[in-house]
């Protein structure tokens, strides 16, 4: 419906621009017309207000929503009938018309979109759209921390070592293990071991007995992968080696 109202407009224009120029210029006045008709319409039909809707999509098409519905329900009819001509005149050449692509877009196109946005968006939300669309091409391999720098709590050391250990960790969540840190056999987080030591209560035992069960995840999954898993575990706190 906008194409076939772009379209009347733009002829209507080109005929009165047409007819006034003859009648002042002559002849010569249909290439007048035709320049300055040109130069009007991309600047103040096509260029500038294309824009301006570009730069602001919401504040355009929300109010010309209002004046567009009610025309595209008069419309319908000639709209219709054009369609019905176009599709029949493709068919003619072979093209099938009631084929519809997949409207959905590709990681790629994605990736496009968000590289061409520009000033429109923000350099760090940028940085997180286009670490989430390379998601695909990243292993938990790719994330996990080197062994060697990974901290955890060795049950097989003295109940001091374990408390003085504990009283200068950094982390919130922590692997429990029994002598290899291979071994492990549940997570402790910061919050559970604070209330033992209200009650009283810290021990290796008592220690392992609020920490949680680790959920295991092979280095080759897909980090996306990884992430629809841990999201589909029933508990909302469940932690994973």
């Known amino acids: 419906m906008i194409l076939i109202g772009n379209n009347f407009v733009n002829i209507l224009a080109s005929a009165i621009a047409t007819i006034i120029a003859v009648k002042l210029w002559g002849d010569a006045g249909i290439a007048i017309a035709t320049g300055l008709l040109t130069l009007v319409i991309l600047i103040f039909a096509e260029v500038t207000p294309k824009t ?43 093209v099938k018309t009631d084929h519809h692509g997949n409207d959905h877009l590709s990681t790629e196109e994605l990736r496009t979109l968000v590289h061409e946005a520009g000033a429109l968006l923000p350099k760090r939300n940028q940085s997180m ?30 109940i001091e070592q374990i408390l003085e250990q504990l009283s ?38 008592s220690i392992l007995k609020v920490s949680r ?17 841990l999201s589909k575990a029933k508990s909302p706190h469940r932690d994973c080696c």
Do not use: C
């Open 52 to 94: 301006l809707a570009a730069l602001h999509p919401e504040r355009i098409a929300f109010p010309a929503s209002f004046v567009l519905k009610p025309l595209l329900k008069i419309f319908y009819p000639l709209v219709w009938f054009i369609n019905i001509i176009t599709n029949n005149l493709l068919k003619l050449f072979g």
């Open 168 to 205: 200068t960790t950094q982390h919130t969540r922590l692997p429990i293990f029994h002598g290899d840190i291979n071994q492990v056999v549940g997570l402790l987080h910061m919050r559970n071991l604070a209330q033992l030591i209200q009650r009283g209560e810290v021990t290796k035992d």
């Open 213 to 229: 069960e680790p959920y295991f995840v092979p280095e080759s999954t897909p980090l996306q992968n990884a992430i629809t898993q």
């Open 129 to 158: 759209l286009l670490g989430v669309l390379e998601l695909e091409a990243v292993t938990v391999n790719d994330i996990m921390i080197p062994r060697n720098e990974v901290e955890g709590i060795d049950l097989d050391q003295s």
